[in-house]
Each structure stands twice: as C-alpha cells, then as structure tokens.
C-alpha cells in the first residue's frame, strides 16, 4: 500500500508540471508579440499650430517625415480643412532613415477658428500618419485705400492718416511715424462699420498741420 501511494504522489506531481508548461509558452507567445514596433513613418511633430493670421495673409511650417523602417518607401501628404494646404510630398522616395521636408501652409478665408488634418502615407503601411493643424484668420480680409493731393509747401516731410468711428474731434492716429507717400492703405477695418478719415501734413520740425477734409467710407457687411 505505500508503494502505491507514492506511485500516486509521483504521477500528481508529473500531471501538474506538464500541465504548467503550456501556460508558460502562451505568456512568452503573448509578451513576444506586444514588443514589436509597427510605426514606420514618424514626424517632427504632431499638432501644428499657426496662431493667428490675417485674412489674406499666408503662414507657413515646416513639418519633418522620416522613414523609419528598414525598407525603401514611397511617402504622399495630403492637408484637409479650409485653409491649410501641403507642398513637397509628391510620391516621394525615402531609404531607410532618411527623412523629407513637408510645407505646410495656412491661408485664411475668413475671421475665426480653423482646424485640419495633415494626412501622411507610405507604400508600406496605408494606415496614414496623422498630424492635427490648427490657426485662427483675423480681421475682416476688407482694406480701404485713401489717396491725397501733395502739400505745395516745400517744407513738408510726410503726412499723418487719422480716422474715426464717431467724425471729428474722436479721430485716432493710425501710422506711427509720418507717412512719406501720399496713400495709405488701413487694412484693420471691419465690415459693416462707417469710419472717417483726414490727413495731416508733417515737416522736418515735425510741426503738424491741421485736418484736411474729412471723407466717410462704409465698408459692406460680413
């Protein structure tokens, strides 16, 4: 009889070992798998922020794309949402390791918020690498162009724009330092807004004249 319990102990004991081993295997399989690297295109970047611009006006970023695998690719970018668009990325092949050079470009149409998506694909994968794009277009994309007669004094250096809201005596002065040209264009109006305009002559004492004559411009709605 004790020769039989220790036949049963041993063969308990193989059972439970054997029984081990597999689950040993499917952990190392699992952990094996999980370590593997599948990105193959990186980016300097992941959000490119332009900030704010002028309607009218164009920004512009640079964004780095490098193949990351260790095969030859064939890489093409492509930028969604209004505004923004994407040069240098044309089917273009790149070595292992060797990067490109993405220009990316925001252009405004109108005041406000804007969002898009640059999109990058390669031959080897054609899950895309996804950059978000962001920026903001200010002011209204209106201008007003005011031209004057020159001043027959000989003394005269330049001249000093000014405009208002509300007609004279609230006008406020819109160039920094006397302008020498006898035009000037203020591109900080906004639509549906009447303003009033008068100019000053400047000479070398920077002494200053008084008003010109007042003309309105209203500028058409949004």
């Not at 930028?79 to 925001?106: D, I, K, R």
């Not at 006898?182 to 009447?194: E, F, K, L, Q």
Request: hydrophobic residues 35%.
């Amino acid at each position: 009889m004790s020769l039989d319990f220790r036949i049963a102990d041993c063969v308990v004991a193989e059972r439970v070992r054997l029984m081990a081993i597999p689950a040993l295997l499917i952990v190392a399989v699992v952990c094996g798998c999980g370590g593997g690297n599948a990105s193959h295109l990186s980016a300097n970047t992941r959000n490119v922020n332009f900030g704010s611009v002028n309607v009218g006006s164009t920004n512009s970023q640079l964004v780095t794309i490098t193949n990351e695998s260790a095969t030859n690719v064939n890489v093409s970018a492509e930028a969604s949402g209004t505004g923004f668009a994407v040069s240098g990325a044309a089917n273009t092949a790149l070595t292992p390791q060797q990067s490109m050079s993405l220009y990316v470009t925001f252009d405004p149409a109108a005041a406000g918020s804007a969002s898009g998506t640059l999109s990058v694909t390669s031959t080897a994968s054609p899950a895309p690498l996804n950059i978000q794009l962001s920026g903001k277009g200010t002011g209204s994309g209106l201008s007003v162009v005011l031209n004057w007669n020159p001043s027959t004094s000989s003394s005269i250096v330049g001249y000093n724009v000014y405009r208002s809201t509300q007609g004279p005596g609230s006008y406020s002065k819109l160039n920094s330092s006397a302008n020498s040209s006898t035009s000037y264009t203020d591109t900080s109006v906004t639509g549906n807004t009447t303003y009033y305009y008068a100019v000053t002559s400047v000479n070398a004492s920077n002494e200053e004249s008084g008003y010109s004559n007042q003309v309105s411009v209203t500028t058409p709605g949004d």
